[in-house]
């Protein structure tokens, strides 16, 4: 059996990665965050997976790429004083919540799992029209669990969102934030066109906001949901920043979507 080192391992050596993978090298490296461990503790544990349903195999598409680790994202790099609402999944599309954003003209990404929108792709439409649609899957199932077919909710996704929305999503939230380190899922999501695994630093949930580490700083991601609290839970987000001195902006222009070379 080949034995898989870390790819720090090749590369000191002098080894390419494409060429490590091939001599049994290559095993799952640690993804890039732009933010510590710490600054994430308000997103929730990926859920575990047996050591013996992990994936330690390399497809062929990573051995033909050198396709390095997925980003991953928790709060954003920067010093404008900004943050980023995003709101997950689409099963309830309140009216509320979609007209404050409209008086507002607020940004919001909406990372949507595709069985939510059927025929209501137009309420997406008008609440993200100083934002985006992004990908959170398309039945909601955990990106960790072996049992998840990976192409069905992240690629199956991509393209459901496409026709609906007209823009390939190039971020993607995973459901309940699991699993964004596993190899299988990182590659599957970059060969389908995801760059980004956007996680989050803060939550508003039922209008309170609660948080990882000092509180909301330049560049942190909240997290909402649509539900009947969206109104609510809107302008409880959109206080709490003020209150830090920072202002709402668009994600995409702080994680923009990859350009044709």
Same mark, same amino acid.
């Given at each position: 059996? %080949?034995?898989?080192?870390? $790819? ?11 060429? %490590? ?5 290559? &095993? ?35 051995? @033909? ?9 928790? $709060? &954003? &790099?920067?010093?404008? *004083? ?33 069985? &939510?929108?059927?025929? @209501?792709? =137009? ?5 993200? %029209? ?14 960790? @669990? ?9 690629? !199956?996704?991509? =393209?459901?969102?496409? $026709? ?8 993607? $939230? *995973?459901?309940? #934030?699991?699993? !964004? ?26 209008? =309170?906001?609660?948080?990882? #580490?000092?509180?909301? =700083?330049? #560049? ?37 979507? *990859?350009?044709?070379?």
């Amino acid at each position: 059996m %080949a034995v898989f080192r870390a $790819r720090a391992l090749a590369v000191a050596a002098g080894v390419p990665a494409a060429f %490590a993978v091939l001599a049994g090298l290559l &095993t799952v490296a640690t993804p890039i965050t732009s933010a510590t461990a710490a600054e994430g503790a308000a997103a929730p544990a990926a859920v575990p997976v047996d050591a013996s349903a992990a994936e330690f195999s390399v497809t062929r598409d990573l051995v @033909r790429s050198s396709r390095p680790p997925m980003n991953v994202t928790f $709060r &954003t &790099t920067t010093a404008d *004083p900004v943050v980023f609402i995003t709101i997950d999944d689409g099963v309830t599309k309140d009216r509320r919540g979609l007209a404050y954003v409209e008086k507002t003209q607020l940004p919001v990404t909406a990372f949507l799992s595709a069985w &939510t929108i059927k025929d @209501r792709a =137009r309420y997406f439409e008008r609440i993200t %029209a100083w934002g985006s649609v992004q990908n959170h899957s398309a039945t909601h199932a955990s990106l960790a @669990r072996s049992s998840t077919d990976l192409d069905h909710e992240i690629c !199956y996704t991509q =393209r459901a969102l496409t $026709r609906d929305f007209g823009t390939p999503p190039w971020m993607m $939230r *995973p459901p309940y #934030g699991a699993g !964004y380190d596993r190899q299988l899922a990182q590659v599957t999501a970059a060969r389908c066109g995801i760059t980004e695994f956007v996680m989050w630093d803060a939550v508003v949930d039922k209008g =309170r906001l609660t948080q990882a #580490g000092k509180g909301l =700083r330049p #560049g942190s991601i909240i997290l909402l949901h649509f539900t009947r609290n969206l109104e609510k839970d809107l302008k409880a987000a959109v206080r709490a920043a003020r209150k830090a001195g920072l202002t709402p902006a668009n994600l995409d222009d702080y994680l923009p979507a *990859p350009t044709s070379s």
